[in-house]
């Protein structure tokens, strides 16, 4: 498994340039990230210098996110979507076959308009995505301290993979976080019946000590730290054969007190003893 990180763990008020250097100095070999800084810099300089921006620190673009807002008014959702086929082109030629988004776990909507709308435009992006060779993930939220609104929506293993279903392009398949897996009441069992190809991305990060149905989704601990069987979680991704990018996501007011590069550091130590005897 390829050791990753998201910029939330280190703090979102970094720049591009400080989680980037955070993440090479604490010797990770990916991160998962948004496209906008590269793709910036591509149309500003050159593809070269947004190349440079990873090559020079020795870090691969493991995913980024969908930058198509799709959960909002029709007018900003096609606007958005005319960009992404350039988007795509270029991140593929920068090396990196996946984009990751997610779904909110309710709605006030009627859940079915909601839905057909998702799927429609979920698709289109899909093919966009497909026909520059990279992987679509989407990621339910699991916590049920978030479903406040008028109607539940996605929130379980078995919701998203019959969304995916509905989408029906090869390239989709599962942004899957151990917190949600937890948080939703899913079993390595869950794991154990899903195909390697299904998951495009694994974002790691654990939880304090108290019930599933208590757990708040921005309060999260480095993997190893609290009560989520990580190892029984990775065991189980392993013998169905995933080996890819494992993405620590981790939600946390303190963490980023220490500065990018410290926490960056605790990160990679946190995930190091998590992996050990893991290939």
Not at 121 to 132: F, V
Not at 186 to 196: G, S, V
Not at 252 to 279: I, N
């Amino acid at each position: 498994m390829i050791p990753t990180i998201n910029p939330v763990t280190t703090g979102r008020q970094a720049t591009a340039e400080e989680f980037l250097d955070a993440a090479s100095h604490a010797g990770f070999p990916a991160i998962d990230y948004t496209i906008e800084p590269f793709y910036r810099t591509y149309k500003e300089n050159s593809f070269a210098a947004a190349a440079e921006m990873l090559d020079s620190r020795n870090l691969g673009l493991g995913s980024f996110g969908l930058p198509v807002e799709f959960r909002k008014d029709e007018a900003t959702f096609q606007e958005q979507l005319k960009q992404l086929p350039d988007i795509a082109d270029f991140a593929a030629k920068l090396g990196t076959a996946r984009c990751c988004t997610w779904l909110y776990p309710a709605t006030d909507e009627p859940v079915a308009e909601y839905t057909s709308r998702f799927i429609r435009r979920l698709r289109e992006c899909a093919k966009i995505l497909e026909a520059n060779g990279i992987r679509f993930g989407i990621e339910w939220v699991g916590p049920k301290t978030l479903r406040t609104l008028k109607h539940d929506f996605i929130h379980t293993l078995p919701g998203v993979l019959e969304l995916i279903g509905a989408i029906d392009v090869p390239n989709v398949g599962v942004l899957f976080d151990s917190f949600h897996w937890y948080t939703s009441g899913a079993t390595r069992d869950d794991i154990l019946a899903l195909k390697p190809e299904q998951i495009v991305l694994v974002h790691l990060n654990d939880a304090p000590d108290k019930p599933a149905d208590e757990q708040i989704d921005d309060q999260r601990l480095l993997p190893g730290e609290g009560i989520i069987d990580l190892r029984g979680m990775l065991s189980a991704l392993q013998e169905i054969g995933y080996d890819s990018y494992l993405s620590v996501e981790t939600f946390s007011d303190t963490l980023p007190l220490l500065g990018s590069r410290e926490a960056a550091v605790r990160t990679k130590r946190a995930l190091d003893r998590v992996l050990e005897g893991f290939a």
